[in-house]
Structure formats: C-alpha cells, structure tokens
C-alpha cells in the first residue's frame, strides 16, 4: 500500500511535496460505493412510482434499461480513455485531456456544483424521512435540519478516515436495502402477480411511448447518478488500469438490471391496468404497501428503516467523490493546496473531507434559515440542477474521448474510440434537451428557478475558461495527466 511519503507516480493526484491518497480497493469496493450513491432501495421505492404515475405508466421498466444502453456507449469510451488519464479526477481530467484547459477547467466547477447539490438533496431529505421514522415509534418531533446535522456530523466523521472504513460501512448497508427489493421481487414474481400475470408492458413499444416517455426516461436517467464515479478512486485502486474499467462496467450492469427487473416486479404486482392508479394515488408509500401486500407487515417496517439507510449510504458515497474532488483540485492549484493534503494517519483526503463537510453544512443551514420544505423544495430543487450538470459532463466527457483518440491516435480500435463513444453522444444529447426542457418540473414547477439553474451550471462552465487565462499553471497541470505515449495539449 502507498503511504502519503511515497513518491508521486506521472500524473497521480499528488502534490509537489508528496501528498496523495492511497489504498487497495478492488473492484467489489469501489462498485459497493458508486452504487450506494445511486441509492438502489430510494430509487425504487421513491423514483419508479413517479416515473410510473407521470411517465409511460407500465411501460416504464423500459425507460431503465434504455438509459442503461445509452450509459454503457459513454462508458466504453470512458474506460478506453482511462489508461491514457492516471489521474483521480474523474469528468474534468478527461474533458481537459480531450477537450482542453477552459474546458477541463469548466467542467471541473460543473462537476462541484453537480456534486454539490446531489449531496445537500440527500441531506434534505434524510432529514425529513428521519424525523419521520422517529416520531412514528413514539419519539419526539424534532425540525428536520437537526437530524440532517447529526447525519452530516457522522458522515464527515467516516470521510476522514481511511476510504476503506467508509466501503465497509456502505458494502453493508447496500447488501442490505437490495436484499429487501430482490426479496420483494421474487415475491411478485413466485405470486405471479395479480390476476392479470406478470406484466408485458415494458416489451410492447406501444405501452413504452404511451403518456409521457421523455418524463419516465428522465426519471430513470437521474438514477444512475453516481455510477461514473469510479475514476475518482483511481488513486486508492488496487490495480487502476484494470480496476477502474471493470468497477464501471460492473456498477452499469448492476444498476440497470436491478432497476429493471425491480421497475417490472412493482408494475407486475399490481398489474398493467392497475399500477397507474395505485402509483397516482400515494407515490410515497407505493413500495411500502406493495411490501406489506406481499411479504407481510413486518416487511413494510424493515422496508422503512433501510430507506433511511440507503439516503444515508448515497449521502456517504457523494460525500466521498466530492472530497476527492476537492482534494484532486487542491494538487492542480484550482482551489486552496491545503485541500489537497492527505492525513498521515489515515491516507485520506481530511481536509477535503471536512471543506465538503462545512459546504454541506452552509447549504442546509441557509435552507433552513429559508425555510425550505425539505423534499418538495430542497430535494427536487437541487437534484433537478444536479441531474442536468451530470448528464451535461457525461456530454462533454464522450466528445473529449472522440476528439482525444482522433488527435492522438493511441488507440485505433474502432468500437472503443469511436463509434460507441459516437452513439454515446448521439443518447446523451437526447437525454439532456429532455432534461433542460424539464428542468421547471424537476425546479419543483418553477421555469424562474429552472433557467436560474441552467444559468449556474453555465456560469459555473463559462468560470472555467477565467480560470485558465486567469491561472494557466494550474489549467496545465489539469491536463498534464496523460502517459508519455500522448501528446500534451
């Protein structure tokens, strides 16, 4: 294992004087924690009965396994490109490498605003559902910021330790919440479903473009926030070359199957001409009274306590990448180079960790103090701008691999480099004018707060082209990432 006084490979995350993160994480580890962050238990028990009421009705299962498609172009280029990029930061390395300094640089404040509020939008809501649980077995009612504040003290607590604490504490709690769900679906599926069997819908492009598809594909879309993040551990990787590539494939799969298969088993048991109604009628407890339908009451409770656990295995997994952001950002002189410290101790990136820490915990004091709903407001608020930057960096990263090989020519293979990254981009361009014509809905119904959301994440891209003119040292050692076989920008 490499401690913080090993010597800095070309192009790792470490600073002039030595700092990096280490660590042995394998495949499974790093799958484990870009998995919680999609939240498997909340998408399923919160998103499929939205996508369900206001999207394509049954045929919505369908709408995950075509992001899925569309997520695994990006990802074959992604992977392709990661051996030529040796360097922990994710989306902004690539873009920069591809694309070049503005770019990387834009994309890099994209990336932290992305980040950003996906974490606080889980705060929000752990805070609500919490305070909830608590008071339903007789505890007292407390607002929902304080609960929020207790998860965040907790959650800084594990990112300031060793990143191999924080994936033990997620491996279990993610056994666990999809254990529940793949209980419950064998249980649908064992029943046969309703009267009416199992459902076909999701198999029939009649049902799949009925109501309104571009809602379900932008529901199901916003699920697999959190996959591509693999390449942020590059540094704390076992074997990165291989490691990274086969955790991406790895977590795509995962998450598209489960998603699937647990969309159709929902659907199923309550029977295509029935699960509209029921989804439209309560969202919120769809999952839970298909629980206690089919598993019994005691079910239903357990349900309810691992969706907290799962709000706070995706709090704890966001808040990961996003120190490792920062810490990553440190070394390249974008922000402050104390960020990008790693603890002696712990290998970790603790200062980055408790700067991520302090941002989440600004964000939610100045929503309380705002009085903001911590779902209807909070929630869908920030995970509407959250979802848009994300896709929107998924855009740019698949254009950066086409130009990168094009220019250097250091990999000719034709699938890898080119016509998948191709399609990627074909699929991400779809997905993402749906996304912005969208944004009002997700901005809680707002089009003043959608363009000011879409106004920030251009700003914030817009910022990164400042950055380079305004500090070039550090937009080269942005894209100073790539082996000696590629050229520098």
């Known amino acids: 294992m490499a401690t913080v006084s090993d010597p800095a490979p070309p192009g790792s995350t470490a600073t002039p004087d030595g700092h990096r993160l280490s660590g042995k994480l394998g495949v499974g580890a790093i799958v484990f924690m870009v998995v919680a962050a999609a939240a498997p238990l909340t998408v399923v028990a919160g998103t499929v009965p939205i996508g369900i009421a206001a999207g394509n009705g049954p045929g919505f299962p369908a709408t995950y396994l075509v992001s899925a498609i569309v997520l695994a172009f990006f990802a074959v280029g992604f992977t392709a490109m990661t051996r030529h990029v040796p360097n922990a930061g994710a989306f902004y390395s690539y873009i920069g490498v591809g694309l070049g300094r503005g770019w990387g640089l834009g994309s890099a404040l994209v990336a932290l605003v992305s980040y950003v509020t996906v974490q606080g939008a889980v705060y929000g ?9 608590v008071e339903s077995y007789g505890g007292p009612s407390l607002p929902w910021w304080l609960w929020t504040f207790v998860v965040l003290g907790i959650t800084g607590l594990l990112g300031f330790r060793h990143i191999e604490l924080s994936s033990k504490v997620l491996g279990v709690l993610l056994v666990a919440e999809v254990a529940i769900v793949l209980v419950l679906d064998a249980a649908v599926v064992g029943r046969g479903g309703t009267d009416e069997g199992l459902s076909t819908a999701f198999l029939n492009p009649t049902e799949v473009l009925s109501g309104a598809p571009g809602l379900g594909l932008m529901f199901a879309i916003a699920g697999f926030i ?5 390449a942020i551990f590059r540094d704390e990787a076992r074997d990165p070359d291989r490691t990274i590539p086969r955790a991406t494939y790895a977590a795509l799969s995962i998450i598209g199957v489960f998603y699937t298969l ?48 799962s709000l706070f295995a995706a709090v704890l997994s966001f808040h990961n990448v996003l120190s490792r952001y920062f810490f990553s950002l440190g070394n390249t002189g974008v922000v402050p180079a104390s960020f990008g410290r790693s603890h002696g101790r712990h290998s970790s990136p603790h200062v980055a960790s408790l700067v991520t820490s302090v941002v989440g915990a600004v964000l939610m004091a100045a929503s309380a103090i705002a009085g903001l709903d911590p779902v209807l407001e909070v929630f869908t608020w920030l995970a ?21 090989f094009r220019r250097t020519g250091v990999d000719r293979r034709p699938w890898q ?26 901005m809680g119904g707002s089009t003043a707060l959608g363009v000011g959301a879409g106004v920030l994440l251009l700003v914030a891209l817009a910022g990164g082209f400042v950055l380079a003119k305004a500090r070039p ?13 590629a050229p520098q920008i």
């Open 262 to 309: 647990s969309a159709w088993a929902v659907v199923s048991a309550w029977g295509d001409s029935g699960v509209v109604a029921v989804a439209a009628a309560d969202p919120g407890n769809m999952l839970v009274i298909t629980a206690q339908e089919y598993l019994g009451t005691a079910a239903g409770d357990v349900l309810q306590v691992l969706f907290i656990t």
């Open 125 to 133: 809501y752990i805070g609500f559902a919490l305070g909830g649980l």
């Open 384 to 404: 509407g701008i959250a979802s848009v930057g994300i896709v929107g960096l998924m855009l740019l990263a698949c254009i950066a691999v086409l130009v990168f």
């Open 226 to 230: 959190g996959f591509e993040a693999t």
């Open 473 to 485: 040292s550090a937009a080269r050692d942005l894209v100073r990432a790539t082996r000696p076989d």
């Open 417 to 442: 480099t080119l016509v998948a990254p191709a399609l990627g981009v074909l699929g991400l361009i779809a997905i993402l004018v749906l996304l912005v014509e969208n944004l009002p809905l997700l």
